[in-house]
């Protein structure tokens, strides 16, 4: 493993961090999903073309929130690998980081349980700010 400084290893924890999160939703969509789609009665191939049929709520929210995972935190593993390459890793990128992933912790949980939007959208926007942050700051230091 390379040298890295604790502050650069506590952003890489970050970054695995949010690959757990996505393995966690993974898992539990597919716990939800499979026994959903054998409950109504739709065979695999009914499933090819995701809009087509419709499931529970309690289970599409589930894989919403998977897929959202594939969005704004893709931004978040670059900035936050760019940051460790360049040596930019600090104290506040740390916190920057572990704040952005407690944010998108909680944001799945609300979406994935009480599903309740304007808190959704409270802490997605927190996030953003977070991420915002550490996207500046890199960009200072490369620019």
């Known amino acids: 493993m390379l040298a890295l400084t604790a502050e650069a290893e506590a952003v890489m924890q970050?970054?695995?961090?949010?690959?757990?999160?996505?393995?966690?939703?993974?898992?539990?969509?597919?716990?939800?999903?499979?026994?959903?789609?054998?409950a109504a009665n739709i065979a695999p191939q009914d499933a090819a073309h995701p809009g087509t049929y419709t499931l529970p709520s309690?289970?599409?929210?589930?894989a919403d929130n998977y897929n959202h995972l594939f969005e704004a935190p893709t931004l978040f593993y670059?900035?936050?690998?760019?940051?460790?390459?360049?040596?930019?890793?600090?104290?506040?990128?740390?916190?920057?980081?572990?704040?952005y992933v407690g944010l998108r912790i909680a944001h799945s949980l609300v979406q994935a349980t009480i599903n309740i939007v304007t808190l959704r959208f409270t802490l997605?926007?927190?996030?953003?700010?977070?991420?915002?942050?550490?996207?500046?700051r890199v960009a200072l230091a490369l620019f």
């Open 14 to 38: 970050a970054v695995v961090a949010m690959g757990l999160l996505s393995l966690v939703m993974f898992v539990w969509m597919y716990a939800t999903r499979l026994p959903a789609f054998k």
């Open 58 to 62: 309690k289970v599409a929210r589930v």
């Open 78 to 99: 670059a900035i936050a690998i760019a940051t460790v390459v360049v040596g930019q890793a600090d104290g506040m990128t740390a916190i920057l980081a572990w704040t």
């Open 124 to 136: 997605f926007a927190l996030g953003w700010l977070a991420l915002g942050a550490m996207i500046v």
